[in-house]
């Protein structure tokens, strides 16, 4: 075979991954040769090699846009390349659908799930792949095969439930077994942890595992660096839609992993002083808050956050904390209970509660930037200024001063170093990184005495994620109170300076992040507080408000 | 009340809801693999207009059922094309459908019969005659059952018992068949269904396709079996009181046929109340005509609760993100 001589390999030409690749052709169960693929004017894959050995975990980092998903969807057949070679067990194939990929032997579970939510789990495992135009054969052999697949890798589910009704884990086990129910001996998983709980996260690994030691093949696509060094066998670095490294995990760490992603050398954690907590700015207590559907979201949840400190709500997402910030911030009309700020009672109710929030000092970076933070059909100045266009300073009466506005726009710009440099540009076309720079820029420097952060980097590039972090501890030394809300584990720990646990609508613990574990948080996370441990971090959250 | 009289009103209900069924029936497969459709109303315009007109010609009712179905059938593939093909938008794909069949059947009619927009008084060949079940004879004269079954469910035209019987079927293909799977598993998220393998485009115009079907067989029941030919406007927007109807009934085959037969029974008890008087005050005839329609304002506004139809409806279905 010609791939046994390193000058016939294209990725043993770089002469780090030659250990890496010296596999015979035969222990390849994937390889890729010069994909290419472009959309319109973005080259998304740029002349890419890969090569995945048969049972292992094989993981692809890179940032937002590296390119990943594209690679990956050309794998899966949900695209097809431009250009380039996809072998699978050393035969090549033109993979032009997922059936075909499937067929083949290779199944995706997807970042957002590919399920009919309102279909019982085994529905939803048959749907596609039916044996013939009557259901009932088909349900039956799926309910067996799910027993069999549950016994031989631990994949316990209930065939009858409902997709809505059951947790997100389980939604992603179902994913799982699609795949396997299909015959798939490659899977490829896309940012797989992102929608779970540290123990979530932990079971699915233990699942892979066994995946693995069963002889099946993994890709893992994600941008966490802690999940790569957990679980991968083999790890591939994807930087602008170019194949920058491949590498055994053993022989690496996530400082090389993250400086390859990046391009340039990326500080992992965040540096800060210790805080100088002052006088409480915000207090929330006793706040209730019901969601659309009139279910209770937020139950009797107190705490303060004081000027100088940074208070981070950790938790799954889902357990309250979005209706906890569009309560805070006046977006939402709350049930029951206070929100001061500096002493003085809020009044959030009606349309324009946010708007008397913001005059009264509380700035708010909402959780979906694109939603709720800016008008994306608008050019970045207007988004610049947006909730605070009746201001004096852009303009008076009804006429607006665009000039001036325009002028402030470029400021931050500068500032906030936002890319490209252009106030003219559409806010759809600046990349989410980006975007959360022009929000963030915008509650930042109308200086208000407390801000709320949702999700602060949720979608964004690690070299922003930097910068951002790095803006809201400037915020935060500048005697500023600060409510941090992410569903980034990591973030909270790196960023807080006090960590409130929320479940279920209630804060079930406080833990300082310099001594707190991650199976500490993650067990309180996932709504386990044994009685000991549980009952005077209750009280103690309780006991902030009062 | 006489049972004569209940059942003659209750006959009168199975009569007038059966378009109305096999509307909203129409209406149920397409709206569940996630392509609204308000023209339903004009696809069963354009059937009636064109049933009445070949069965006046041929004198036979068969050929124009036939011409009613492949009328209604062709329009549901246009309006298929621009809302599945060409993505374009659902409800104005349908507006489009409505006003183009008004205008086209009127403008027809003028030419080809010169009576105003109407077809000739089809013969009796050219109509659906109404059947009579085995021993609706026999039975009538045994009390409460067989006046039931003589008067009641004996004496329908096809259609009416082809509608009726169209519910368990369409129960059956929906929640039995891989296709039925299918189908509510693309108005639910036709990623999901992409993904699997299976083209959301072709499940999409299978569903529509059945949808002009059905909708052919409604349109004909107005001109060649509840009437003797077509009249301008004749199918009086129960194809909106068809979608009324599948939304109150959630999209599900079985509430559908008792909704249908709802306001099948609002439209009999109003033929009935019309020249009574109620407590000696004698009600004007266009506010009994309105009573139907008034009773399904209220009903969609105060009793349906939040009806939440399929996810991707709506939605043209686009695959690069």
Known sequence: ?546 | MDLGLVLSTLDATLRLSTPLLLACLAGLYSERAGVFDIGLEGKMLASAFAAAAVAAVTANVWLGLLAGLAVSITTAGLQGAAAITLRGNQLIAGVAINMLAAGLTTFLGIQWFGQGGRTPQLPVSGRFQNIDLPFANELAGVPVVGQIYSELISGHNILVYIAFLAVPITWWVLYRTRFGLRLRAVGENPKAVDTAGISVTRLRYQAVLITGFLCGLAGAFFSIAQGSGFGNNMTAGKGFIALAALIFAKWKPVPAMFTCLLFGFLDALQIRLQGTSIFGVGVPVQAIQALPYILTVILLAGFIGKAVGPKAGGVAYTKER
């Open chain 1, 1 to 546: 075979m010609s791939s046994d001589t390193p000058m016939g390999d294209p990725i043993a030409q770089r002469p780090q991954v030659a250990a890496a690749s010296s596999a015979a052709a035969s222990d390849l169960a994937i390889e890729l040769i010069g994909i290419n693929k472009r959309f319109g004017a973005v080259h998304a894959n740029k002349d890419i090699d890969l090569q995945v050995r048969r049972g292992t975990v094989h993981g692809i980092v890179g940032e937002n846009g590296a390119g990943k998903s594209t690679l990956m969807s050309i794998l899966y057949g949900f695209y097809t390349a431009d250009s380039g070679e996809i072998r699978v067990n050393g035969t090549p194939h033109a993979i032009t659908d997922s059936r075909h990929a499937l067929a083949l032997g290779i199944g995706m579970v997807h970042q957002h799930f590919m399920l009919v939510d309102n279909f019982s789990i085994l529905e939803n495992v048959v749907l596609g792949a039916e044996d013939s135009a009557m259901l009932g054969p088909s349900l039956d052999r799926a309910r067996k095969e799910l027993t069999r697949l549950a016994k031989e890798y631990r994949l316990d589910v209930n065939p009858d439930a409902i997709i809505e009704d059951v947790s997100v884990g389980t939604q992603q086990r179902v994913e799982i077994l699609k795949a396997l129910y299909r015959g798939a001996d490659v899977l490829i998983l896309d940012e797989p942890t992102g929608v779970l709980t540290p123990a979530e996260a932990d079971d699915l690994f233990r699942v892979l595992r066994t995946l693995r030691d069963q002889g099946k093949t993994i890709i893992l696509i994600t941008h966490k660096l802690r999940e790569i060094m957990a679980i991968t066998d083999y790890v591939s670095v994807m930087r602008q839609g170019a194949m920058v490294d491949t590498l055994k995990t053993s022989e690496t760490n996530p400082e090389q992993l993250a400086e390859l992603m990046v391009g340039r050398r990326v500080l992992l954690r965040v540096e800060k002083t210790a805080a100088k907590p002052g006088d409480t700015f915000l207090s929330v207590e006793n706040l209730v808050v019901k969601d659309d559907l009139g279910v209770t979201r937020v139950k009797d949840v107190s705490f303060t956050v004081r000027a100088g400190e940074i208070v981070g709500i950790a938790g799954v997402a889902g357990n309250g904390q979005s209706e906890l910030l569009e309560s805070i911030s006046g977006m939402r009309d709350q049930t029951s209970g206070i929100v001061r700020l500096k002493g003085t009672p809020l009044s959030l109710e009606g349309d324009d509660g946010a708007h008397r929030a913001r005059k009264a000092g509380l700035a708010h970076v909402p959780e979906d930037r694109q939603r709720m933070g800016l008008i994306t059909a608008f050019e970045e100045w207007e988004n610049a200024m947006l909730g605070y266009e009746d201001d004096p300073a852009y303009g008076k009466g009804i006429i607006l001063d665009s000039a001036a506005a325009q002028a402030e726009a470029r400021e931050r710009i500068k500032k906030f170093d936002i890319r490209p440099a252009n106030e003219r540009l559409k806010t759809a076309n600046f990349s989410g990184g980006n975007q959360q720079k022009i929000v963030l820029a915008r509650e930042m420097e109308r200086n208000p005495d407390v801000l709320i952060v949702g999700q602060p980097t949720r979608g964004v590039d690690i070299g922003a994620i930097e910068f951002i972090h790095n803006q809201i501890i400037k915020m935060r030394d500048a005697g500023k109170a600060i409510l941090v809300v992410s569903v980034e584990l990591d973030e909270i720990r790196s960023l807080a300076d006090r960590i409130l646990v929320m479940f279920d609508g209630q804060i079930v613990g406080e833990a300082d992040p310099a001594t707190a574990t991650e199976g500490e948080l993650g067990l309180m996370m996932a709504g386990v507080t044994d009685k000991k441990a549980a009952a005077p971090a209750r009280v103690a959250a309780q006991g902030q408000g009062s």
